[in-house]
């Protein structure tokens, strides 16, 4: 949302909703790809079972979603691919990733749920949320 936004923003007033944080703190864990940029395909075997797909698609600012909550156990692999008819910036909070949303082109965000704790994802031109992710 976008008032959590800007909140998170004024917090982190050096980081900027939207900006990459920097590192809070290295991943103790086998995460050693925390810094893939966005959109990068990234090297994980495809048909991996520790991989979460998380699939939504936006039309006129309406989310489609299977649920809204997605829960992962710490440390899963979780690929978020988004698909909206109209330009627009996808971000999850708390991890802090985006995705450029160019008008029906699908764009995927790959990441490893690291932080627990329940995240929200939202889009930005929008204001649509588009779930929550609950981690741990
Ligand atoms: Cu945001």
């Not at 809070?24 to 050693?32: E, I, K, N």
């Amino acid at each position: 949302m976008v008032v959590a936004c800007a909140v998170m923003g004024a917090v982190m007033a050096a980081a900027g909703c939207g900006e990459p944080a920097a590192e809070p703190g290295a991943p103790a864990s086998a995460a050693p790809s925390a810094q893939v940029p966005a959109g990068s395909p990234t090297a994980l075997p495809p048909g991996d079972k520790s991989v979460t797909s998380v699939t939504a698609t936006v039309t006129k600012g309406k989310v489609r979603i299977a649920g809204h909550r997605v829960k992962v156990p710490r440390g899963a692999t979780v690929r978020i691919t988004i698909t909206s008819d109209a330009a627009d910036e996808f971000h999850l909070h708390g991890y802090d990733r985006e995705l450029e949303l160019a008008p029906g082109k699908p764009a995927t965000l790959q990441l490893t749920a690291d932080i627990p704790g329940v995240f929200e994802a939202e889009l930005h031109h929008s204001g649509a949320r588009v779930f929550e992710l609950q981690v741990g």
